[in-house]
């Protein structure tokens, strides 16, 4: 244990223990994510999906375990591969599907694209592709929060890749010294696009950056959905409770290569091999069965059979849906109250 760890946020002693079918919900989440992740890969290689397509794959108890601690008004906020998270918060696959097709109803109006998924309703602030660019804006979010006297707190995602980036230093600086509610929670998949953690970063464990800033640290197991759910939850406590920040270095992997279009050649078949001996969602299946939740495996194969229609409906929705109206491209850039009226042009044709 680092002593950024020995620095936790206290237990609140939050009730984690779920009703069975609480337990069912989660696991059928993680189940959507990594269906609706294979279905994207394979409507990219139809060229369906076009441009950038980073998938969450092997991450899944990552991002359901996080955000199932969460309130429906809570913010999150996180990078490009944000596929995982959208799902998880609760937003539609046909929306999301749509957005990857590029299609007027997608959740962002086919404007976006993998990279740049949002939802208003459910407190979803992006998908942002500027490594660690979103760090700034989850201290914004968790500022307005606490400014506007709300109980709500920020969980803001970023890759280890993101660590060393400037804008994340001073989003931690901010978040301790204002006393932000957020969770700042680091994605340590091992990898940054063909850069491994340990060619990029000095100072491992991530954890330990919580020291230069005086905040809990907080290490989970990324493959495991109830521990990720267990330390979320205390540093979700001590952001609402007593608004205070949290780094959290959770520990996972990506299977797959870094977006659709990277072959993976800087790593082996043996090292992706290993880590799938922990696949999230067959550890929790395990759990399930063990703790009798189902009666058999034949429950969870109709489960996935479920998702698997519900994925493909999705796919169904996101190619009959119309392309967006090209008149609408410059649309929703800028809230209605901040257009900019055009600036009247000179005649320069003297120049
Ligand atoms: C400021 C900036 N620099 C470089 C890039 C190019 N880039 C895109 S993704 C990436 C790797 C980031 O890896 P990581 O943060 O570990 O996230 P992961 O892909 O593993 O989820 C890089 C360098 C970028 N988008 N933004």
Redesign the pocket.
């Known amino acids: 244990m680092s002593s950024a760890e020995t620095k936790s946020a206290p237990q609140k002693g939050s009730s984690l223990e779920l009703p069975p079918a609480e337990k069912l919900r989660l696991y059928r989440q993680m189940l959507l994510i990594r269906r609706f992740e294979e279905k994207a890969a394979q409507a990219f290689t139809q060229s369906k999906i076009k441009g950038f397509c980073?998938l969450y794959i092997g991450?899944e108890a990552l991002g359901v375990g996080t955000i199932s601690v969460l309130q429906p008004d809570d913010a999150v906020i996180t990078?490009?591969?944000d596929h995982g998270h959208a799902l998880a918060r609760g937003m539609t696959p046909k929306e999301c599907m749509a957005e990857l097709f590029g299609k007027a109803t997608g959740c962002s109006k086919g404007k976006g694209g993998s990279m740049h998924f949002f939802s208003k309703e459910k407190h979803f602030y992006g998908g942002h592709?500027?490594?660690?660019?979103q760090t700034p804006l989850g201290a914004g979010l968790a500022f307005a929060q606490k400014y506007l006297g709300t109980q709500r707190v920020t969980l803001c995602y970023?890759?280890?890749?993101?660590?060393n980036?400037g804008p994340f230093h001073e989003s931690l600086n901010l978040a301790a010294l204002w006393k932000l509610p957020i969770i700042y929670i680091i994605?340590?998949?091992?990898?940054?696009?063909g850069?491994s953690?340990a060619r990029s970063s000095a100072g491992l464990p991530l954890v330990n950056r919580a020291h230069g800033y005086d905040m809990a640290g907080l290490v989970a197991n990324g493959m495991d959905l109830d521990d990720v759910r267990a330390k979320t939850a205390e540093a979700v406590a001590l952001a609402r409770t007593e608004s205070m920040p949290t780094l959290m270095e959770i520990r996972t992997y990506?299977y797959r290569g870094?977006?659709m279009s990277d072959p993976g050649n800087y790593r082996t078949k043996e090292e992706i091999e290993k880590h799938k001996e922990s696949d999230p969602i067959l550890l929790y299946k395990a759990r399930l069965l063990e703790q009798k939740v189902v009666k058999n495996e034949g429950d969870l194969e109709k489960l996935d059979e479920e998702v698997k229609q519900e994925v493909q409906e999705a796919y169904d929705f996101a190619e009959q849906s119309p392309e967006p109206d090209p008149s609408e491209i410059y649309d929703d850039m800028l809230s209605p109250e901040d257009q900019i009226p055009e600036i009247p042009r000179g005649n320069y044709n003297h120049f």
Do not use: C, K, P
């Not at 592709?129 to 660019?133: A, L, S, T």
């Not at 994605?187 to 696009?193: G, L």
């Open positions: 980073h991450e990078a490009y591969r592709g500027i490594v660690g660019g970023l890759g280890d890749g993101a660590v980036q994605e340590n998949n091992e990898w940054s696009m850069t953690l990506r870094h977006s």
